[in-house]
């Protein structure tokens, strides 16, 4: 009951845990956007104000230069009287081209503005009275303008300035930072993607783990129900005299005993699969023909037993493979062993062998229930076992198929699955061949 309502709780949290952490990534991703949008636009301002003040500077520096060119110090006049000045004297006309270039880079210089630019003079009569040799017409509507002369000027006077500016200038301005934002944007979705990956690993090992548990305490709990009652048939008055049926019930306790003891060495062996150093593999040449078909028989009794058949298609050429024997066998009989659990009705299974690629290429073929992709592509995992429909009778661990891919990888091997859900199995497995073949 508490492992149920445990379940149950952590269904309705994961759910509300990745849609938390989604919210919160999504704000995230919003304010990031938004700030940079922001950034942008405040840049865009300060630029442009830095150009408004350029142009001041342009012209207060061009009144000033026109001041000392008349023979004046233009620190000796007051505003009033500069202005008074200006107004009936003053004219771009008056500044050489090369004087106000000088003038508009150093403006620009002193606002920190280092773009390529082009200038132009308009009298009233829209003519040009100072002129870049680069300025066109064209230019004028992209030019930011400001009055030259003083308001009460006879002969009013604007000056245009037209700044190159590169393409997406001002986020290239701010490269720097744009970039280091999205590198920290990638990362946080990286790490909220790891994440989830992590949660919903963490999930399925969690349900894999409750699921090998509940299985190995009904594996354990069926010998040692047997064991009970055959202890208490000792215990009977009318058994303890009778020697047949003291032979019958301590036999039977001997083999539950050694079903418990298997299924004990089942895990352990499991948990040193993990480290293949702590294997003691004895390679040696072995003719796999030959293991297949003792395997095969043993296994006939079974398979007569559902009515099924099984077909040996041995027709490789080479046959010898270096391989550890007793793992050999142990892979075959898991295979077999599987395809005769997981059949609906009669077990019908084609055992084939051919050389691929220097290979010897074992094919185990089934009528089961077969996979759907998501279950096949996570057969080989420890603990975890696929959903059998109305099989009930399939019993185990998980261990099976993981072991048989660690041994066969351990030797130098490799297995592949290719399975249709209601249609079966096919595994094949592919062994490097010995050099015994070739003598």
């Given at each position: 009951?508490?492992?149920?309502?445990?379940?149950?709780?952590?269904?309705?949290?994961?759910?509300?845990?990745?849609?938390?952490?989604?919210?919160?990534?999504?704000?995230?991703?919003?304010?990031?956007?938004?700030?940079?949008?922001?950034?942008?636009?405040?840049?865009?301002?300060?630029?442009?104000?830095?150009?408004?003040?350029?142009?001041?500077?342009?012209?207060?520096?061009?009144?000033?230069?026109?001041?000392?060119?008349?023979?004046?110090?233009?620190?000796?006049?007051?505003?009033?009287?500069?202005?008074?000045?200006?107004?009936?004297?003053?004219?771009?006309?008056?500044?050489?081209?090369?004087?106000?270039?000088?003038?508009?880079?150093?403006?620009?210089?002193?606002?920190?503005?280092?773009?390529?630019?082009?200038?132009?003079?308009?009298?009233?009569?829209?003519?040009?009275?100072?002129?870049?040799?680069?300025?066109?017409?064209?230019?004028?509507?992209?030019?930011?303008?400001?009055?030259?002369?003083?308001?009460?000027?006879?002969?009013?006077?604007?000056?245009?300035?037209?700044?190159?500016?590169?393409?997406?200038?001002?986020?290239?301005?701010?490269?720097?930072?744009?970039?280091?934002?999205?590198?920290?944007?990638?990362?946080?979705?990286?790490?909220?993607?790891?994440?989830?990956?992590?949660?919903?690993?963490?999930?399925?090992?969690?349900?894999?783990?409750?699921?090998?548990?509940?299985?190995?305490?009904?594996?354990?709990?069926?010998?040692?129900?047997?064991?009970?009652?055959?202890?208490?048939?000792?215990?009977?008055?009318?058994?303890?005299?009778?020697?047949?049926?003291?032979?019958?019930?301590?036999?039977?306790?001997?083999?539950?005993?050694?079903?418990?003891?298997?299924?004990?060495?089942?895990?352990?062996?499991?948990?040193?699969?993990?480290?293949?150093?702590?294997?003691?593999?004895?390679?040696?040449?072995?003719?796999?023909?030959?293991?297949?078909?003792?395997?095969?028989?043993?296994?006939?009794?079974?398979?007569?037993e559902k009515e099924g058949e099984l077909h040996l298609n041995l027709m490789a050429n080479k046959s010898f493979i270096d391989?550890?024997?007793?793992?050999?066998?142990?892979?075959?009989?898991?295979?077999?062993?599987?395809?005769?659990?997981?059949?609906?009705?009669?077990?019908?299974?084609?055992?084939?062998?051919?050389?691929?690629?220097?290979?010897?290429?074992?094919?185990?073929?089934?009528?089961?229930?077969?996979?759907?992709?998501?279950t096949a592509s996570r057969a080989f995992e420890k603990f975890y076992r696929a959903h059998t429909g109305n099989l009930h009778?399939?019993?185990?661990?998980?261990?099976?198929?993981?072991?048989?891919?660690?041994?066969?990888?351990?030797?130098?091997?490799?297995?592949?699955?290719?399975?249709?859900?209601?249609?079966?199995?096919?595994?094949?497995?592919?062994?490097?061949?010995?050099?015994?073949?070739?003598?």
């Amino acid at each position: 009951m508490s492992t149920t309502y445990l379940r149950g709780s952590m269904k309705r949290v994961y759910p509300l845990i990745i849609f938390l952490i989604t919210f919160s990534v999504l704000g995230i991703l919003y304010i990031q956007m938004s700030w940079i949008k922001n950034a942008l636009h405040v840049k865009k301002e300060e630029y442009m104000n830095d150009l408004g003040k350029t142009l001041i500077e342009i012209r207060q520096i061009a009144h000033n230069s026109f001041i000392n060119a008349q023979g004046y110090n233009p620190a000796q006049f007051d505003d009033e009287v500069k202005e008074r000045f200006l107004t009936n004297r003053f004219t771009a006309q008056a500044i050489p081209t090369d004087e106000m270039n000088m003038i508009i880079i150093q403006a620009m210089k002193n606002h920190g503005i280092k773009q390529p630019f082009e200038f132009c003079a308009l009298n009233i009569f829209h003519n040009p009275i100072c002129i870049s040799p680069g300025f066109n017409s064209s230019m004028l509507a992209e030019s930011l303008s400001l009055p030259f002369t003083p308001q009460e000027s006879l002969q009013s006077e604007v000056f245009y300035l037209y700044v190159k500016e590169p393409q997406n200038y001002i986020m290239r301005q701010m490269a720097s930072m744009i970039i280091a934002s999205i590198l920290f944007t990638i990362i946080i979705i990286s790490a909220f993607a790891l994440t989830i990956r992590t949660m919903l690993r963490q999930k399925n090992i969690s349900e894999i783990k409750s699921d090998f548990i509940n299985n190995m305490t009904h594996e354990l709990k069926t010998p040692l129900a047997t064991i009970s009652l055959a202890v208490d048939a000792l215990n009977n008055e009318k058994v303890i005299h009778d020697t047949d049926k003291i032979k019958y019930y301590s036999g039977m306790i001997k083999e539950e005993n050694k079903r418990m003891h298997k299924q004990v060495e089942t895990i352990l062996q499991a948990a040193k699969l993990e480290k293949q150093e702590d294997l003691n593999l004895s390679i040696q040449s072995l003719d796999a023909h030959a293991a297949i078909d003792k395997v095969a028989k043993n296994l006939s009794l079974q398979i007569q037993e559902k009515e099924g058949e099984l077909h040996l298609n041995l027709m490789a050429n080479k046959s010898f493979i270096d391989v550890d024997e007793m793992h050999f066998s142990n892979i075959i009989f898991n295979l077999l062993d599987n395809a005769i659990k997981y059949s609906k009705g009669a077990p019908i299974i084609h055992i084939t062998t051919q050389v691929n690629n220097g290979m010897l290429a074992i094919k185990i073929k089934d009528n089961g229930i077969g996979m759907n992709r998501e279950t096949a592509s996570r057969a080989f995992e420890k603990f975890y076992r696929a959903h059998t429909g109305n099989l009930h009778n399939v019993k185990g661990f998980g261990l099976g198929l993981s072991y048989v891919k660690t041994m066969v990888e351990a030797q130098n091997g490799y297995i592949k699955l290719d399975s249709i859900l209601g249609k079966g199995s096919t595994f094949t497995i592919n062994m490097p061949l010995s050099k015994h073949n070739n003598e």
